[in-house]
């Protein structure tokens, strides 16, 4: 996998994350692009996208789009179950995330994200220990923690789209 | 609402502050990033967003450079920042503090500081160096967490000069008791392999482990580097098969954890990864495909679930079965499976159905046949990227009948695509597709008149270079040459006459040279005409200059005085004071050649058909040139390589160490292949006396035979085979025939949609039995077509092949040269390979390594001579030894023995001088033989004892000392005749290593007779260290530099430092010199240059430079393989101390 952005519907980044060597402008671009594709297509097209010389996988989910770019030779369904299987262990750890979950603690998807894909390869596909190793290091979390899950699931105005969970539609 | 949620959030820290500590900072800082988040969801425009995060960055710059920040505000601060930059805002500035907080923070802000560093920096960043320390220091931490996450930012980055300082930790990391740091320790492995493969090349067996290991995390994390290996090199893993057979084996049938299941498919993503290798390492090797046919099949049928995941895994078998040697049942039912997926509503799964079908299209054409009617769907489905899909198997299936169509749905898709790669593509494509099958003039050139007019300016430069070659170099028959010229010509004035403005100007250039060369051709056309249609593109504003040379070069063709010359003249005067030289240079040109008509007729003759230029590719006519100058005083040539190296050396701190300058003037050669259209119209007239032109005209006579033979079969030589033709179109295109259209449907017969249809249908099948037409009946010879290597897209991709190519060869040339000392790693590690590695090894390295695998059986006997030599050297420590030696130790008791009165036998000359241990050879009831080494100063004399323990006396003794690697030459005083009863013999012979190896070795034979007239003999053998041949080598530093650069053998290598009190450089050095003999030239800071030779006179030099702990040794010989012997003794002689 080369890399993986997730986006809102209105095209705001959410998430970022490179496995190939990049300059900042050429991610800029790429993802400005990208994005601009992806929220260009409409719902029921293919998930699967030939894009400049890349292979794309995206899927929606609620007003999130997980989207992963990825090697000719890679298999675009699997990727596709990638995406899903890191939607799982989102909503698995946060308890019916929603967008604002990713928003509000993004560092935690990150997280979350490492301990899935490593260097861009699936490193542990089994949710039981994605989020085993996950847990193990937040028992060192503070109640911080506590605090930023009461804010973040309030509802904000603006924010009603973003609070819906991702797997509701 | 919105003041409920202000007033709850200002509320916040007070009502959490569980926190033991009143950190009202941390708090507060938190709700900053909720104001942040919050703040900028309020905004309504990007100019308000971009004032807020600059007014957020400055306060973050702030607080971060403030000495008073504790780490826990700087993690939040990081945070912050990252939320800045994922805005698409710079925050730089914080990149140090990140590293900073990795180093410093507490597990919890080690995290997070981590976490910032992996998202902020990628691996060439040079901040990243810092890490370094951070990520050592965290491997080697208690605290498994730490650990962690010190493998996962290596698996992610690091710099790959650093890789030596953490590669025995990471290593290490592999035996961990946590699957979970053993799973992360392979996959930061499989990181170092992708960026330096030849840093990790030693542990190869530990990567067999780790797909030994019991736990399937750690397994399915070896994959991927085993993936990667047998990519680039199938055939030495074949051995492997087994293995991974088994293991999908046990996937598939559900051994795994219910763990591992997604979605109670077992382990998916490991089935798929073994797809993977299996489908490589099965690749026309019909044996080893046998071996996987049975679990490829269990795969399919197990895979039976209607869900994504086992799409994706059906998906994989069929490719991994088409890419194996083919099994006609498996075949079928792969078969079957892309029919599913094809004919499958989910639009995802028809996308990969066409791919899989696009794949598998050129072996096996019918299938495209029974899915056609799906396609012509697909053909005009509203998603552009399953449309596009379509046209991508369309192109696969072209031939000469059905090319009309297929283009014409090709070129409908590139009138409304807007991407400018899929335009790119497509245009090669019909390009390739029109030179290949067209089926006449006309259709030909108006192909490609579209072809240039939608690819513009972005396709590639070969396209209408390859299609005026095909112009100007023309066909067999001259008529029909004339036709398609003219045909070109008509074509473009009326284009020209039209809006010119809007073509891109490579069309307009193509334009210009044709109407140069051929509107002659054109018998009603006056050339006063041509000439003020160009002159015309000349006034244009947008004509770039490279077309308007273009143009004048085509003006100069036509002009002819007379009524022309005004408008020549006027050009000419324009551009002959023209900024652009070159265009200058054409305008002269032009005022020239139109007033002088001999001049221009001799320069520029009329329908010459271009000549293969006879290329002197050594360009000899220069050696005078050359020889004149370096008479004169010039420098000789050197190769670019040298030349890089060289500059490597000037700048002695390359931070590339191990780096082979080499690809790069090797790829640049071939990309120096590349042909521009100003060279091609150079060389079709003016001047061919440039060696690089001249090159291009060589290679225009191999494309040439490419063209003629595929036009010849489908396109313009029709005539020539007719009666095969018509005996293979049995379907032709119903459009022209619809009488015959029942025929071509039935033998479609799988269609579903073929009972009386209404309209559209109609059309469809129409459409359908012109796309398909050429591939039931015919489906031989489109197959033929499509195996034939196709003369025009092999020309096209050669670039990419020669690069390629060269590639591959320096891999080899990279694996030849690091694979020994990898060798001898292994040898350090003591690691005993198991016989599969022992072959694998043998395989890859050269046979310098193939002795060293060998002898690793006797690793500890030779480490004991290695010993007892250098001690040898040292007659004071030898004496101590002796004594120690002779008290303990039973089972070596004879031979200390044996050595204590062999002692005296040795020859009086070099009594004096230091010699090895005397080491008892072998020994029978009547002798025993015993031998050691002497260092003289340049010589080596190896001395044999023969005692004779019997009561007899023997005869005839013969002694005979051979060697592969060595010289051996006889002393004086050998031994032969008659030894008698308990006394000694001793032979003498000197050494010379001809061939370096870690050891050399010495095999004798000795043949006597007993009394009693029996003739035996008794074979030994002796191996000598190679240090034992080396000898201080005295330079100075000036020599050294110039030998330095002539030697051609290298090898690099870190070796660990001595750490004591003294600087660690030198005391690195000084044991070196100690235990190996070598001469230190010079140290300069954290660099030493060091010296030796191998007797008699083969010099070896060792370049040393303190980095990041460790010693990186760069060793340079005249001699092949001497390099990688020496770093091997260095090793150990470091590793004993």
Known sequence: MQFMLLFSRQGKLRLQKWYVPLSDKEKKKITRELVQTVLARKPKMCSFLEWRDLKIVYKRYASLYFCCAIEDQDNELITLEIIHRYVELLDKYFGSVCELDIIFNFEKAYFILDEFLLGGEAQETSKKNVLKAIEQADLLQENIDFQMRLFAGMVVPNMASESSGLFQN | ?1137
Request: hydrophobic letters at 40%.
């Open chain 2, 1 to 1137: 609402m919105s003041d409920v949620v202000e007033k709850t959030l200002t509320a916040l820290p007070s009502l959490l502050s569980l926190d033991s500590h009143p950190g009202s900072a941390k708090l507060s800082s938190t709700s900053k990033l909720g104001n942040l988040i919050r703040g900028i969801t309020e905004l309504t425009s990007k100019h308000e967003e971009e004032k807020l995060i600059q007014h957020e960055l400055l306060a973050i710059k702030e607080q971060v450079s403030s000495p008073n920040t504790t780490m826990r505000q700087m993690k939040e601060l990081m945070v912050r920042s990252i939320y800045c930059e994922m805005l698409g805002y710079e925050a730089s500035f914080s990149y140090i503090h990140a590293i900073k907080l990795a180093q410093q923070g507490t597990v919890l802000e080690k995290r997070v500081g981590y976490l910032a560093v992996s998202l902020f920096l990628n691996e060439s960043h040079e901040l990243l160096l810092l890490l370094v320390n951070t990520v050592l220091k965290d491997l080697q931490s208690t605290n498994l967490i730490e650990v962690c996450m010190a493998l996962t930012v290596v698996s992610q980055m690091f710099p790959k000069d650093m890789i030596p300082a953490i590669l025995p930790l990471v290593e290490e990391k592999l035996n961990h008791p946590k699957e979970i740091i053993r799973r992360k320790a392979v996959l930061a492995l499989y990181k170092f392999y992708l960026i330096a493969p030849n840093q990790v090349q030693h542990i190869h067996n530990k990567f067999r482990k780790a797909l030994c290991d019991k736990d399937p995390g750690v397994m399915t994390a070896s994959l991927h580097i085993y993936l990667q290996m047998i990519q680039e090199n199938p055939e030495a893993y074949k051995d492997l098969t087994p293995s991974f057979v088994t293991i999908l084996k046990q996937v598939v049938g559900g051994k795994l954890p219910m763990d591992f299941n997604y979605h109670t498919v077992p382990a998916p993503w490991l089935q798929i990864q073994l797809l993977r290798i299996l489908s490589l390492l099965g690749k026309n090797d019909q044996s080893t495909s046998e071996v996987m046919y049975e679990v490829l099949d269990e795969s399919l049928q197990r895979a039976e679930m209607n869900h994504n995941i086992t799409y994706a895994i059906l998906y994989e078998c069929v490719k991994c079965i088409y890419t194996i040697h083919p099994k006609s049942d498996l075949l079928e039912k792969a078969a079957k499976c892309i029919g599913n997926f094809v004919l499958s509503p989910k639009i995802n799964l028809k996308y990969l159905g066409l791919k899989a079908l696009t794949y598998v299209v050129q072996q096996d054409p019918k299938l495209a046949l029974q899915h056609q009617m799906t396609i012509i769907e697909c053909l005009d489905h509203p998603d552009l990227i399953i449309k596009r899909e379509t046209l991508e198997l369309l192109f696969r299936i072209t031939n000469g009948q059905n090319v009309t169509v297929i283009v014409e749905k090709m070129l409908e898709f590139l009138c409304i695509s807007e991407d400018d790669h899929t335009t790119i593509d497509l245009v090669g494509k019909v390009a390739e597709l029109a030179e290949k099958y067209a089926p006449d003039n006309e259709w030909f050139i108006e192909t490609m008149n579209t072809v240039f007019s939608l690819g513009g300016d972005m396709m590639q430069p070969d396209i209408p270079n390859s299609f005026l070659k095909l112009l100007s170099e023309g066909f067999d028959s001259v008529e029909e040459d004339r036709k398609l010229r003219l045909f070109a010509v008509n074509s473009y004035i009326p284009l020209l006459r039209g809006e010119p403005g809007k073509l891109p100007q490579r069309f307009l250039q193509v334009i210009s040279w044709v109407l140069g060369e051929y509107s002659h051709l054109r018998e009603d056309l006056e050339p006063a005409e041509v000439l003020s249609l160009l002159a015309k593109l000349l006034d244009m504003k947008n004509s770039s200059s490279e077309t308007k040379s273009w143009v004048l070069m085509a003006m100069t063709k036509l002009c002819k005085g007379g009524a022309d010359a005004s408008v020549t003249q006027e050009v000419s005067e324009t551009y002959s004071s023209s900024l652009d030289t070159v265009l200058r240079q054409r305008a002269h040109e032009l005022q020239y050649l139109s007033q002088d008509p001999e001049l221009r007729a001799r320069v520029l003759p009329r329908g010459a058909k271009p000549e293969t230029l006879e290329v002197d590719s050594s360009l000899s006519f220069l050696d005078r040139f050359v020889s004149e100058a370096l008479a004169a005083g010039a420098a000789p040539y050197k190769p670019p390589h040298q030349r890089q190296e060289e500059l490597d050396q000037s700048k002695a701190l390359s931070l590339e160490p191990y780096g082979l300058s080499l690809p790069i003037s090797m790829s640049s050669c071939s990309i120096t292949d590349r042909q521009s259209p100003t060279l091609l119209s150079m060389s079709s007239g003016l001047s061919g006396d440039s060696a690089d032109l001249s090159h291009k005209g060589g290679s225009s006579a191999l494309k040439l035979d490419g063209i003629k033979r595929v036009w010849g079969r489908e396109g313009y030589l029709a005539q020539r085979e007719p009666v095969e033709e018509a005996a293979q179109v049995e379907v032709p295109s119903p459009i022209q025939s619809p009488g015959r259209q029942g025929e071509g449907d039935s033998l479609h017969s799988q269609t579903p949609t073929q009972t009386p249809t209404p309209e559209p249908e109609q059309e469809k099948q129409q459409l359908a039995s012109s796309l398909f037409v050429g591939l039931a009946s015919q489906s031989s010879v489109s197959l033929m077509g499509k195996s034939e290597p196709m003369p025009q897209r092999f020309r096209r991709k050669a670039k990419g092949q020669g690069l390629g190519s060269s590639f591959i060869a320096n891999e080899q040339i990279s694996s030849s040269l690091i694979s020994p000392p990898s060798a001898v790693d292994n040898l350090l590690c003591n690691n005993l390979l198991d016989s599969n590695n022992a072959s694998e090894l043998a395989e890859q390295t050269s046979q310098l390594s193939q002795s060293l695998t060998t002898a690793n059986g006797t690793c500890h006997a030779e480490a004991e001579l290695t010993e007892s030599d250098t001690k040898g050297c040292n007659p004071a420590l030898r004496r101590d030894n002796c004594v120690v030696a002779a008290g303990p130790g039973p089972h070596n008791d004879p031979g200390r023995l044996t050595e204590v009165c062999l002692d005296s036998y040795l020859p009086a000359e070099l009594s004096g001088l230091s010699h090895s241990e005397i080491a008892p050879l072998c020994a029978n009831q009547s002798l025993n033989l015993s031998a050691c080494h002497v260092q003289k100063e340049d010589s080596l004399i190896l001395v044999v004892f023969i005692m004779n323990s019997s009561e007899s006396a023997i005869q005839q003794m013969l002694l005979q000392v051979d060697s592969e690697e060595l010289e051996v030459s006889c002393l004086c005083d050998s031994p032969a005749g008659e030894v008698t009863s308990h006394s000694v013999a001793v032979g003498q012979y000197s050494l010379t290593v001809t061939r370096p190896a870690v050891h050399v070795e010495v095999v004798g034979t000795v043949s006597y007779q007993l009394p009693a007239g029996t003739s035996q003999s008794l074979q030994f053998s002796y191996k000598v260290p190679l240090t034992s041949f080396i000898r201080p080598f005295v330079v100075s530093t000036e020599e050294y530099g110039t030998m330095w650069l002539s030697f051609s053998h290298d090898t690099k290598q870190n070796l660990t430092l001595i750490n004591d009190n003294q600087e660690p450089l030198t005391a690195t050095l000084n044991a070196l010199k100690k235990k190996l003999q070598l001469h230190v030239v010079e140290v300069i800071g954290m660099e030493g240059i060091v010296a030796c030779r191998l007797l008699q006179d083969l010099p070896c030099l060792m370049h040393c430079r303190v980095n990041a702990g460790w010693l990186a040794v760069w060793l340079r010989s005249p001699v092949p393989d001497l390099p990688d012997c020496l770093i091997y003794h260095c090793q150990r002689a470091l590793q004993s101390l």
